[in-house]
C-alpha cells in the first residue's frame, strides 16, 4: 500500500496519507479543516460553479463549515445554514435524520434546527461538502432538507471520491480515488 497520495486542485498541491479503512479500501485521508488557503482557493473554484440564483448554501458539520463560510464571501451571501451531528441545548423542535458515512464506523445523524428549517421553507438551496464518497451524507441532507420543506438546486463538493466521480447530480473539482488493498 502506497503511504501518500499527491492531491492537485488547481495551482495547489497536498501529499495526503493513504489510510485503510477496511480489508479490502483504503482512502487517501483529505482534512479541509486548518487549511485555510486551500478553503479559501477551493471556495472561490466553486463558487465559480453556481451561476444561478439560490438562497442559501448548506453544509454538513463540520468539515464543510469553512468552505460554506469563505464560499458566502465569493458569492456575496449574508448567511448559510449547518446540519449538525447532534441535537444541541439551544434547539427546539429540531429535524433529524440518521445518515451512515464510508469514515463513520457507527451510524450518525444530521439535525436542523426549526429556526433554520423556517429560514429554508420554500427556498432553493445549494448542498456544498468537502468530499462525496458513497453519498450517504448528501443523500440525507437531501432528505432532511424535504421534511424542512426547501428545494435543493445543486451539490457541489471540492472531491469526488472513488464511484462518486461518476455521478451526474454532482458538481466538483478534482477526483479522490479509492485505493484497493
Not at 496519507?17 to 471556495?43: H, M, Q
Amino acid at each position: 500500500m502506497q503511504e501518500y497520495y499527491d492531491l492537485k486542485i488547481g495551482k495547489l498541491t497536498r501529499r495526503l496519507p493513504v489510510v485503510k479503512l477496511n480489508a479490502d479500501v483504503a482512502i487517501a485521508s483529505f482534512v479541509l479543516l486548518g487549511d485555510a488557503e486551500l478553503t479559501r482557493y477551493t471556495a472561490e473554484k466553486l463558487a465559480q460553479k453556481i451561476n444561478f440564483e439560490f438562497d442559501y448554501l448548506v453544509t454538513m458539520e463540520s468539515k464543510g463549515i469553512p468552505l460554506a463560510q469563505e464560499m458566502c464571501h465569493f458569492l456575496n451571501k449574508p448567511r448559510y445554514i449547518v446540519l449538525r451531528k447532534s441535537v444541541k441545548d439551544y434547539m427546539n423542535l429540531p429535524l433529524s435524520i440518521s445518515v451512515s458515512t464510508v469514515t463513520t464506523s457507527a451510524p450518525q445523524q444530521l439535525v436542523l434546527d426549526s429556526n433554520d428549517a423556517t429560514l429554508l421553507k420554500g427556498k432553493q438551496v445549494v448542498i456544498i461538502d468537502d468530499v462525496i464518497s458513497s453519498g450517504g451524507s448528501i443523500t440525507a441532507a437531501e432528505k432532511l432538507l424535504r421534511k424542512a420543506q426547501a428545494n435543493v438546486v445543486a451539490r457541489l463538493a471540492i472531491l469526488a471520491e472513488g464511484a462518486a466521480s461518476e455521478r451526474t447530480d454532482i458538481e466538483y473539482l478534482e477526483k479522490l480515488p479509492l485505493f484497493d488493498l
